[in-house]
């Protein structure tokens, strides 16, 4: 059982270069969520899809696109890459939007924009 | 501005003993609040929660005890084992959904 897998695991882009993060769940999960993470930081939120369909920001959406391009994918994309987004970011997962719905995380997608 | 915030970025404990980490929170919307266990490398995993209606949950080795009035909420765990070192996320949600804001999280080490 895989979970939520994303991909690529690490990648290095120049500034201004674009590039798409995949997310995949495979629990039938209604929500997904992308969150960044810096040094020394908590998790903060980028965007969130509650149901297929609907995609909604979150605390950190300036500079990121978001996909669901259906009930088990959830794509991130990066349109001109700035030295600021250099950051570990997270996909995940939940049943469903509610509160104590159970949130599944990714392992992380290491990005370095130089 | 953090909403939630987890102070002591390092605790370290002796294997047996008990470990106690700190959240405290400036939203008074929070109605949910959880923790989150993250070992390098890997994503953060779900370890308990507790809703605003309530003061204490426990799970086995963990418990969460929630102090409305203060804006706090401790995590307990006793005994702590080796297996245990990780950072710890404090994290809270409002409004019934499940859009979680994050503490910055402190790092556990267990010593055997």
């Known amino acids: 059982n895989a979970g939520v897998t994303q991909t690529p695991k690490f990648q290095v882009l120049k500034t201004g270069q674009s590039m798409t993060l995949q997310c995949a769940q495979d629990m039938n999960h209604n929500s997904m969520y992308w969150y960044r993470q810096d040094p020394g930081m908590g998790l903060r939120l980028i965007y969130y899809?509650?149901?297929?369909?609907?995609?909604d920001k979150g605390e950190v959406p300036n500079g990121y696109n978001v996909s669901r391009l259906n009930k088990r994918e959830f794509s991130l994309r990066l349109e001109s890459a700035a030295p600021s987004q250099t950051s570990v970011y997270f996909c995940?997962?939940?049943?469903?939007?509610?509160?104590?719905?159970?949130?599944?995380f990714g392992e992380g997608s290491w990005l370095t924009v130089v | 501005d953090q909403q939630v915030k987890q102070n002591s970025p390092s605790l370290s404990v002796q294997e047996g003993r008990i470990s106690i980490l700190n959240c405290d929170y400036t939203n008074s919307m929070f109605d949910y609040f959880l923790w989150y266990k993250k070992y390098p490398a890997e994503g953060p995993t779900f370890l308990i929660s507790i809703s605003s209606i309530k003061d204490k949950n426990e799970d086995g080795r963990f418990t969460v005890f929630l102090n409305k009035s203060a804006k706090h909420l401790s995590l307990h765990i006793v005994p702590s084992q080796p297996g245990d070192s990780a950072v710890y996320f404090c994290?809270?949600?409002?409004?019934?959904?499940?859009?979680?804001?994050f503490g910055k999280g402190n790092q556990v080490v267990v010593i055997p």
């Open positions: 899809s509650a149901s297929e369909g609907t995609t």
């Open positions: 995940a997962s939940s049943e469903s939007p509610g509160a104590g719905n159970t949130i599944y």
């Open positions: 994290a809270a949600s409002w409004g019934g959904n499940n859009r979680l804001a």
